[in-house]
């Protein structure tokens, strides 16, 4: 089952890669980008999962164990298909 | 507007990150991870964009001109709200 993991720096955390992907974008002229912040996307299959639920929370074990870090991280997992 | 940015690597792109990951998982027990492939997750504020096909279209010529490589990687944008 196919999910999709995206993590995020916690509100308040420092995100000094989005802020200079912030400047870059300012510099060529997109004024309108504010707020910009930079996190993780990771996306893999779950071939043992029973359901889809079952798939989530597996994903979910994976991001509290390894994948985030949840002193300042936090993530949202999505399962894409159900095949 | 929020705009959501999803940039993956092209299939067919080693993910020497993605594998690192997936190797990791294994070790602590997870063997149904397969396929790990890791990817950039980027969310802005497109503060003068007049409507979410105008935020869109902003999001996707920033990905052409900085955020993404189009040699590599393809990219997903996700308008989250249109307040």
């Given at each position: 089952?196919?999910?999709?993991?995206?993590?995020?720096?916690?509100?308040?955390?420092?995100d000094?890669?989005?802020?200079a992907?912030?400047?870059?974008?300012?510099?060529?002229?997109?004024?309108?980008?504010?707020?910009?912040?930079?996190?993780?996307?990771?996306?893999?299959?779950?071939?043992?999962?029973?359901?889809?639920?079952d798939?989530?929370?597996?994903?979910?074990?994976?991001?509290?164990?390894?994948?985030?870090?949840?002193?300042?991280?936090?993530?949202?997992?999505?399962?894409?298909?159900?095949?």
């Open positions: 089952m196919k999910v999709r993991v995206l993590i995020t720096l916690k509100n308040g955390v420092l000094p890669q989005g802020k992907i912030e400047g870059a974008l300012h510099g060529m002229g997109f004024d309108g980008a504010s707020g910009v912040r930079q996190g993780k996307l990771i996306e893999l299959d779950v071939t043992d999962a029973s359901s889809a639920a798939a989530e929370e597996k994903a979910r074990a994976m991001c509290d164990k390894l994948l985030a870090n949840p002193v300042m991280e936090s993530y949202t997992v999505e399962v894409l298909d159900a095949a």
